[in-house]
């Protein structure tokens, strides 16, 4: 039987640390050579009260706004937690949580799921596995995203490379259709975009080190709440988003449809140099 922790799991390699909190299997922590990579708020909640405001909210079995609560309920349920290991060579470091129907879940969502959260790090890596499981006897469909808050030195010197000549939805203006004419995504104002079908991978510099990110999911999502946003979230100080990115993996749009009994394995890679 899994053991629901609620304390924290970390794991440290030679390179390496990553922490994650039972709280929505929430990545909270990653740091290489010392250098911290995730951005979580000052003023984030892990009461339960609400979701982690930084490091890796999972969202599933929806992104954004729509039938059930804004993210769906993964980041919003305590996980099980499963192993936390490192190998021999202490070069690889392992945390794995699972998570199952609860009434919670099924009051927002009346399907059977097994879910099954690896995070494993090793070098200068992060890779993070979600595999989703249909448990029930129809197929059913999901969309998702592993929400990413990166922390930068300077939002406005951060450019997103990787996304000229893509297609984007604004979410700032009813998810109007756009073409990113840039070679980089720059920030001056909110942003709040999903990019449609893209060429992994993406990069970016936090003001310190190369980020580069790969997955095998369709979408990416890029956000900013810029200071207006910023003031308005209880969570987040004023002055926050001066340091940090959301550069997000995500199947926002198209749902990946799960027949029954079957797999899908949405995985993203994150790697600093
Ligand atoms: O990052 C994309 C997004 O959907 C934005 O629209 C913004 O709402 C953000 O997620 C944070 O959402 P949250 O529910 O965590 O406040």
Redo the contacts with the bound molecule.
């Keep these: 039987m899994a053991e629901t922790k609620a304390n924290p799991v970390t794991v440290k390699t030679d390179t390496a640390e990553v922490t994650v909190h039972p709280f929505g299997a929430h990545v909270t922590s990653w740091k290489v050579d010392g250098e911290e990579i995730m951005f979580v708020s000052s003023l984030a909640k892990y009461d339960g009260s609400r979701?982690i405001?930084g490091g890796v909210?999972i969202c599933f079995p929806q992104?954004?706004?729509g039938p059930i609560k804004?993210?769906g309920f993964a980041?919003r349920s305590y996980w099980n937690f499963v192993k936390s290991e490192v190998s021999e060579d202490g070069k690889v470091g392992t945390i794995q949580f699972s998570l199952s129907p609860t009434e919670y879940t099924l009051e927002m969502w009346n399907h059977k799921f097994e879910l099954l959260y690896t995070v494993i790090i090793q070098g200068a890596q992060i890779q993070i596995d979600l595999v989703v499981k249909n448990t029930e006897e129809s197929a059913w469909s999901f969309t998702g995203?592993l929400?990413t808050y990166f922390g930068v030195e300077d939002i406005t010197k951060t450019q997103i490379l990787g996304l000229k000549g893509t297609t984007y939805l604004d979410?700032l203006k009813d998810r109007a259709e756009c073409t990113e004419e840039n070679e980089g995504v720059t920030f001056n104002q909110n942003v709040?975009r999903i990019y449609r079908k893209i060429d992994w991978p993406v990069s970016f510099n936090n003001g310190k080190k190369n980020v580069k990110l790969t997955t095998n999911v369709a979408d990416c999502?890029v956000?900013n709440?810029w200071s207006e946003k910023a003031q308005a979230?209880g969570d987040f100080e004023d002055s926050e988003y001066l340091k940090m990115v959301?550069v997000?993996p995500a199947q926002a749009i198209d749902p990946i449809e799960v027949a029954s009994g079957a797999e899908y394995t949405f995985t993203h890679t994150i790697s600093v140099e």
């Design positions: 979701p405001r909210p992104f954004g706004p804004q993210h980041r995203c929400h979410s709040d999502v956000w709440p979230m959301c997000e």
